[in-house]
């Protein structure tokens, strides 16, 4: 943590000596008008920012008439601060919004003024172009206080960003994501006289047991003991997710993530021996029919499905997934689901998961040059996140949040009138996701201290105490682990071995640990995949990775 703190005073020191040194970023090197505002404190005219999005974000329902640039929350940011945010929509999903970012790099395409960047290799080809502006001169000048708070706690993700010492973008509403928990069916538990496992072992006890000892009690053999996504390379990163059964062996070295070892280099977590451990195990369970037999074929979503149709008894996903399957308490009155914190390793500590601190970046067109106003509308939309401002309990009455009888209500079926599918204004901001201080505390804090709760997180964790529990105290219980959330060290562009062999290295490593687990190798591939990873270009990109970590760090 202080080398992370470093990091960012010396991003801020570095700001302040291109300041001094008029450095990139200033209004004069721009081509469009430098909006002013009025005697209210509001642009005048009304200044108009642009924005993308993927079309496949724009989820959200709108009001008759209404559409993603023409909404109530639209019309607020316009009647508050002056401010219009038009959304162009890119593509259908992730691909083609990367395809139509790229033919504005080649100047075929106008980009927006501001717009999210996905992929390390994007932001790298984005600064490469020319095309994106550096913005050390405008987060010294413009970036509101609170907000630097914010980013000081997330300093590693201005890595992907930063070249020869100045910075082009930031992380979009950086925050640490949900940690995941074990979610179980509770009333299977107490049918066989079980405890939720801690470990390894009594996870093996508790599968075989919803397998093979009908805790349903309907007389058939037609339950098991966990369902999860191997459709990838073992590391979900939400819900679905197998990663803490392997970490339950290799500690932080799990699939799929970069960390540092005792030397202070990093090193990739899915060569790690540990690992062969767990592929072992895993392969005894598919064999005994005690896991999801379709797994590899199945998404993370999907696996789910499993559980709420009342096959599975066990997953591992974040908190807010009980209320996906929430569907299986409707038609089974007696079913019960619970969350507990996930296996720890046989020493007793912890297992760990990726701890998720944003969900891309933002970057700005090189002729972009109302920042000052950028963020002005960027802190306003974080009002939510601490709870004050315009959006003390969220972002608009009657659509997120109501007022009933003097209680502050969420659920939509409890406003005055009821609705049942309201506009939801957090599809029409311009971030991915609506900013969070931190998404565990409200739900740990109302839980657990007792707080009295005054924040809309805090209120909606109140209300969601009463509408469906465990969704709480398992939030509660991630925050307690969260110290068990590692994110990835290695956010770099690709290096230039990973832009040849990656591909096929992840199709590798995802091949071997399928074949392991269905019996169609023997543990013995696990050796061979090691060795072949390191011959296939694994071990010029661990120097080349770790290259680049020396030089993040000196």
Same mark, same amino acid.
């Not at 430098?34 to 079309?55: R, S």
């Given at each position: ?14 700001? %302040? ?24 404190? @509001?642009?005048?005219?009304? %200044? ?49 919004? +990367? ?19 996905? !992929? ?10 020319? &095309? ?5 001169? +405008? ?6 206080? &609170? ?93 679905s997710d197998p990663v803490t059964l392997f970490s339950a062996n290799s500690g932080k070295f799990f699939p799929g993530t970069w960390q540092e070892d005792e030397n202070g280099e990093l090193s990739y977590g899915s060569i790690h021996e540990g690992n062969r451990e767990t592929l072992e195990k895993m392969a005894d369970w598919h064999k005994n029919g005690w896991l999801f037999k379709e797994a590899a074929a199945t998404g993370a979503w999907d696996a789910m499905t499993e559980f709420t149709e009342g096959k599975a008894g066990m997953f591992i996903g974040r908190p807010w997934a009980i209320d996906s399957v929430n569907d299986l308490i409707v038609t089974n009155e007696n079913a019960r689901i619970e969350a507990y914190p996930t296996l720890r390793q046989e020493n007793g500590d912890p297992s760990y998961q990726n701890g998720a601190t944003n969900d891309g970046?933002?970057?700005?067109? !090189? ?71 931190? &998404? ?26 009463? %509408? ?13 682990? &969260? ?24 199709? %590798? ?22 060795? @072949? ?22």
């Amino acid at each position: 943590m202080v080398k992370k703190k470093r990091m960012m005073s010396l991003l801020f020191s570095s700001a %302040l000596l291109l300041s001094a040194c008029g450095g990139n970023g200033g209004a004069e090197e721009g081509s469009g008008p430098v909006a002013e505002k009025n005697a209210d404190g @509001k642009y005048d005219p009304v %200044l108009e920012i642009t924005t993308a999005k993927q079309l496949d974000e724009n989820a959200g329902k709108y009001d008759s008439g209404d559409d993603i640039n023409n909404n109530p929350m639209i019309a607020l940011g316009e009647e508050k601060l002056g401010i219009k945010m038009n959304t162009i929509l890119l593509g259908g999903d992730a691909g083609n919004y +990367d395809t139509k970012l790229r033919l504005g790099l080649t100047g075929s395409e106008e980009l927006p003024d501001v717009f999210p960047v996905y !992929s390390t290799q994007m932001i790298a080809d984005m600064i490469e172009s020319g &095309r994106v502006k550096a913005i050390d001169e +405008d987060i010294e000048q413009y970036m509101p206080e &609170r907000l630097k708070e914010v980013y000081d706690q997330y300093p590693e993700t201005f890595s992907p960003v930063t070249k020869d010492g100045k910075t082009y973008g930031i992380a979009n509403t950086p925050v640490l994501d949900d940690g995941q928990v074990l979610i179980i069916r509770q009333d299977w538990l107490d049918e066989l006289g079980l405890e939720a496992p801690t470990n390894l072992e009594e996870f093996e006890q508790v599968i075989k047991a919803f397998t093979e000892e009908d805790p349903d009690g309907n007389g058939k053999k037609d339950t098991y003991g966990f369902t999860y996504s191997g459709s990838s390379i073992y590391n979900t990163g939400w819900v679905s997710d197998p990663v803490t059964l392997f970490s339950a062996n290799s500690g932080k070295f799990f699939p799929g993530t970069w960390q540092e070892d005792e030397n202070g280099e990093l090193s990739y977590g899915s060569i790690h021996e540990g690992n062969r451990e767990t592929l072992e195990k895993m392969a005894d369970w598919h064999k005994n029919g005690w896991l999801f037999k379709e797994a590899a074929a199945t998404g993370a979503w999907d696996a789910m499905t499993e559980f709420t149709e009342g096959k599975a008894g066990m997953f591992i996903g974040r908190p807010w997934a009980i209320d996906s399957v929430n569907d299986l308490i409707v038609t089974n009155e007696n079913a019960r689901i619970e969350a507990y914190p996930t296996l720890r390793q046989e020493n007793g500590d912890p297992s760990y998961q990726n701890g998720a601190t944003n969900d891309g970046w933002i970057m700005f067109n !090189s002729d972009f040059d109302n920042m000052e106003a950028f963020f002005e509308y960027y802190d306003w939309l974080y009002d939510i996140a601490f709870g004050t401002g315009d959006f003390q309990y969220g972002y608009l009455q009657d659509y997120d949040w109501d007022e009933v009888n003097g209680e502050i209500v969420f659920d939509p079926a409890a406003f005055d009138p009821a609705k049942e599918t309201p506009f939801a204004p957090d599809k029409a901001i311009f971030t991915k996701n609506r900013p969070y201080v931190d &998404r565990m505390k409200p739900a740990y804090d109302v839980a657990v201290e007792g707080k009295a709760a005054e924040t809309g997180d805090e209120l909606k964790a109140e209300e969601k105490m009463e %509408l469906n529990l465990p969704v709480i105290t398992g939030t509660a219980i991630a925050y307690e682990h &969260r110290e068990e959330l590692l994110p990835n060290l290695f956010n770099g562009e690709p290096t230039e071995t990973m832009k040849r062999n990656w591909e096929q290295l992840q199709t %590798l490593e995802a091949q071997t640990y399928t074949n392991i687990i269905y019996g169609k190798e023997d543990i013995s591939a696990f050796d061979d995949f090691v060795q @072949k990873w390191n011959e296939q270009g694994g071990e010029d990109i661990t120097k080349e990775v770790n290259e680049w970590y020396q030089n993040l760090n000196n």
